[in-house]
């Protein structure tokens, strides 16, 4: 029953911006935190950023930091990537996930770890042409 539903991709130009949602169900939304993960074709999947259900704190990996942005909205059970500055290289199937922690992410660093993820949505199509 648990679910995790993403929507928002895209085509978009370069300079361009989107805004993924992840809408979630059959889980206490409020224990989790929850990621966005992309994997390009012939690329390993790749932790993009990750915001905390103790105190909204997040983390954003080095290839985003300062174009992305995070957030949750907790009475919606849903969590947005707002998407600027979009570059071809961001291209990718952009997957929501949630993991069991309560923990802060102010100090996370290293990446996100797909294994700490136990539940995953289906993935949506992020192209962002030249």
């Known amino acids: 029953e648990v679910q995790l539903v993403e929507s928002g991709g895209g085509l978009v130009q370069a300079g361009g911006s989107l805004r993924l949602s992840c809408a979630a169900s059959?889980?206490?939304?409020?224990?989790?935190?929850i990621g966005w993960f992309r994997q390009a074709p012939g690329k390993e999947r790749e932790g993009v950023s990750c915001?905390?259900?103790?105190?909204?704190?997040?983390y954003y990996a080095d290839s985003v930091k300062g174009r992305f942005t995070i957030s949750r909205d907790n009475a919606k059970n849903t969590v947005y990537l707002q998407m600027n500055s979009l570059k071809p290289e961001d291209t990718a199937v952009y997957y929501c996930?949630?993991?069991?922690?309560?923990?802060?992410?102010?100090?996370?660093?290293?990446?996100?770890?797909?294994?700490?993820?136990?539940?995953w949505g289906q993935g949506t199509q992020v192209t962002v042409s030249s």
């Open positions: 915001i905390s259900s103790l105190d909204g704190s997040t």
């Open positions: 996930a949630a993991w069991g922690t309560i923990a802060t992410m102010t100090y996370l660093s290293g990446g996100l770890n797909p294994a700490d993820f136990g539940s």
């Open positions: 059959g889980f206490t939304f409020d224990d989790y935190a």
